[in-house]
């Protein structure tokens, strides 16, 4: 397309660019000099807990939010400047579900087409073919309070793309869907990427989501950017390349530095209830010091898992914190934080 | 346009699809009207008011026998004899009687001596209406007693008129130009006000807001869509109220139609003030926090209930800047006068102009992003 900016070093074109962008609430910092970019094709993950400024950011790409410093440019148009352009370009699924449940699915859908001008010939077309990706054609007459919650997700979904956009920006798709949905999220996402020509930017706060979805992947804390690569590369970035997860009958005081001491082990965790994530460069040999200083010292081994790295170890690296315990907060309608409205 | 038309179409399916809402901003209205209609201004009816007879004579009788005319016909009160004026006062006392009546000894000598002779009333003031209604159906009473070649047939007959021609429904139709702009409001309060913010809250602004529709689009879509919301249920009261209260005056196809101006103009306007008093609203509990006291200010000084004319001051200063004041007198003058364009213009211009200067305030007010 005549709108693409091309990168100069790799030819590639860039569908977003953000560039020392800041987002601040008076004295409070919620997007903290952050720069990445995207490029054409590419799925992107921004990772990070609650609060981490996820939401905030995908706002002021998608110019919702006025942009404090730092630019951000999307297929090639300066939000600030161009909002109109930027906005043609762009699909987005905002974190909160707001399709009108008493909608029909379709309305819901043709609502939107007509907000973005879609002619229409091309509505009732783009309309189909979407149905039939998100896997909704037998429910298009259906209320959309009649729908659960995974069905309104993929209803979402399909609405983000009635205008067919080039960039697909979404907001925790996932969040409050049952493990089962989730999946089928994923499916319906790379089956849409196989039809269509898309870029994507995802964010999560599933580790497992982000692996399987996601070419590369940003962790976001704090409003930081303090990890940027293929998840291969994150996971190859921590050092160790095994996790070992035991559980004892029992742990003497300085049973975690005494773990810590075995060869090979690059760190150690406490999880509670007598467990342990040590991460090791060798798994096998740590896994059998291990099991001899249990015995010598009495200690009872429960259970033990001996595992690949994980995003979940990256993450604990890079944050120096657990994200599954601040995942685990269920939420499904839980409605994202307001301008105006200081939590 | 065509995305402030697909704004407009998103709400009104809305609208039509949960007709809990609509119905609330109609039928609340419409209860307002028979309710009040038949509790103030109608006639006091069958009051018992006990009647101590201590005469006895043929001036007593004729006392009695006008009491009895009116209990025959106007039916204000309904007389209960009782010998004693003690037992009597005492009931009046418990709020068994209304009111009493004593007709003291020697009342019927006094009259033909012409020595003034004295008909006591004992009312029970602490019911203010009450007490004023006895009195002043007593006054005139007395005076028909006074003027002797008036016949009771002719106090029957006058009493007979009024009965006929007006039975409850007078408050009614006082109280139906009221009921409408009510129902206006009520609906702009919902639709305008309550829907607007909780769709601000659950995120659906921010779907709109990520499209290129502008700023203008996006609040002629808004506030379009909550005037014609407004629209529907002016007619709707218009024309239910108007059976109700039996006002004909709808079926004159040119009163008609300055309704149907003055309902649109008043729904604009409506919908303007409640857009510029939500446009930096983020909390859904706010427009529910000002339901009542809204409507206590800009309903009941706008001369609906009651005439503007019998207030103080500073709430003649409230009902010219009410809004509401403009509506009730235009469907005042259309629906209860009968009047045309002259007698309202004055009303649609001071409404056009009250929408435009809301306006004006609101939409720099309005931002376009979160
Ligand atoms: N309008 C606002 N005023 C003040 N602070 C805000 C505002 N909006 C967001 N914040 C703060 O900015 C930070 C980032 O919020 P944001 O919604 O971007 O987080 P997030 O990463 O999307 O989190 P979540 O996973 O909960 O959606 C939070 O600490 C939040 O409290
Ligand atoms: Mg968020």
Redesign the interface.
């Known amino acids: 397309m005549a709108d693409l900016k091309h990168n100069g070093s790799n030819g590639v074109a860039k569908s977003i660019e953000v560039d020392h962008i800041v987002k601040k609430y008076g004295d409070f910092t919620a997007v903290d000099d952050i720069s990445f970019s995207v490029d054409d094709g590419e799925t992107f993950g921004l990772l990070g807990p609650n609060g981490a400024g996820k939401s905030t950011l995908i706002r002021m790409m998608t110019t919702l939010l006025p942009i404090t410093s730092g630019v951000a440019r999307i297929a090639g148009h300066d939000v600030r400047r161009e909002p109109d352009a930027a906005r043609r370009a762009i699909g987005v699924i905002p974190q909160a579900l707001t399709s009108d449940l008493d909608l029909t699915v379709e309305e819901n859908l043709n609502i939107y087409a007509k907000l973005y001008d879609v002619p229409p010939r091309e509505r009732k077309k783009n309309v189909d073919e979407l149905l039939e990706l998100v896997d909704l054609s037998k429910w298009r007459g259906a209320q959309t309070k009649t729908l659960s919650g995974g069905m309104r997700r993929r209803l979402e979904i399909a609405r983000g793309l009635v205008h067919s956009p080039r960039i697909f920006f979404l907001d925790e798709p996932t969040t409050g869907l049952d493990p089962v949905s989730r999946v089928a999220v994923w499916e319906m996402l790379g089956n849409i990427k196989s039809h269509r020509q898309l870029t994507i930017l995802i964010t999560t706060h599933y580790m497992d989501e982000a692996d399987r979805l996601c070419d590369r992947i940003a962790i976001v804390d704090h409003g930081k950017l303090v990890a940027l690569d293929t998840p291969k590369a994150l996971k190859a970035s921590v050092p160790g390349s095994n996790v070992i997860e035991a559980q004892f009958s029992a742990a003497p005081p300085d049973w975690e530095q005494q773990l810590h001491a075995l060869s090979e082990v690059t760190s150690v965790q406490a999880e509670g209830g007598n467990t342990f994530r040590v991460l090791t460069g060798n798994g096998s040999r740590t896994t059998t010091e291990l099991v001899e200083l249990a015995v010598k010292s009495g200690v009872e081994v429960r259970s033990l898992t001996v595992q690949n790295t994980t995003l979940d170890d990256v993450f604990v690296h890079y944050t120096g914190r657990q994200l599954r315990d601040e995942a685990v907060k269920a939420y499904s309608f839980v409605m994202p934080p307001r301008p105006g409205l200081r939590p | 346009m ?2 402030t ?3 407009i ?2 709400e009104l ?2 609208f039509f ?2 007709p809990a809402l609509m119905l609330v901003s109609m039928v609340f209205p419409l209860i307002q009207l028979i309710v009040l209609g038949n509790a103030f201004g109608g006639k006091i009816r069958d009051a018992k008011l006990g009647v101590v007879d201590q005469d006895h004579g043929t001036q007593s009788l004729k006392v009695r026998e006008a009491f009895e005319s009116v209990r025959a016909n106007m039916r204000t009160f309904l007389p209960v004899y009782y010998q004693s004026e003690r037992e009597a006062v005492k009931d009046v006392r418990d709020g068994k009687l209304q009111g009493a009546v004593i007709i003291p000894p020697e009342y019927s000598r006094r009259v033909y001596e012409e020595n003034h002779p004295r008909i006591a009333l004992v009312v029970d003031n602490s019911d203010n209406f009450m007490s004023s209604a006895l009195e002043q159906s007593f006054t005139e009473l007395t005076k028909s007693l006074n003027e002797p070649e008036v016949q009771p047939r002719i106090i029957q007959q006058n009493v007979l008129d009024i009965v006929e021609l007006y039975p409850y429904i007078e408050y009614m139709k006082y109280l139906l130009p009221g009921s409408i702009t009510l129902a206006m409001f009520v609906s702009v309060m919902i639709g305008g006000g309550m829907l607007y913010i909780d769709d601000k ?4 602004h ?8 502008t700023k203008t689009e996006l609040v002629l879509g808004l506030n379009g869509a909550g005037a014609i919301k407004a629209v529907a249920a002016g007619i709707v009261i218009t024309v239910i109220g108007s059976l109700l209260a039996g006002v004909g005056s709808i079926f004159d196809p040119r009163t008609a139609l300055w309704l149907l101006l003055l309902i649109i103009l008043t729904s604009v306007s409506f919908n303007a003030m409640m857009f510029l008093m939500m446009v930096r609203v ?2 859904p509990l706010v427009p529910r926090a000002t339901f009542g006291i809204l409507n206590t200010l800009l309903f009941f000084p706008s001369g609906s209930i009651y005439p503007i004319e019998a207030f103080p001051w500073w709430l003649r200063g409230v009902a010219r800047a009410d809004p509401f004041t403009y509506a009730v007198h235009g469907f005042k003058a259309l629906l209860l006068k009968e009047a045309g364009f002259v007698a309202i213009w004055q009303d649609l211009v001071i409404l056009t102009l009250f929408a435009v200067v809301m306006m004006a305030i609101a939409i720099p007010l309005f931002k376009r ?2």
């Open positions: 065509n995305r038309f697909a704004i179409e998103r399916r809305k699809r949960s809250a659950r995120g659906v921010e779907g709109y807001l990520v499209t290129p529709i983020e909390d992003s979160l």
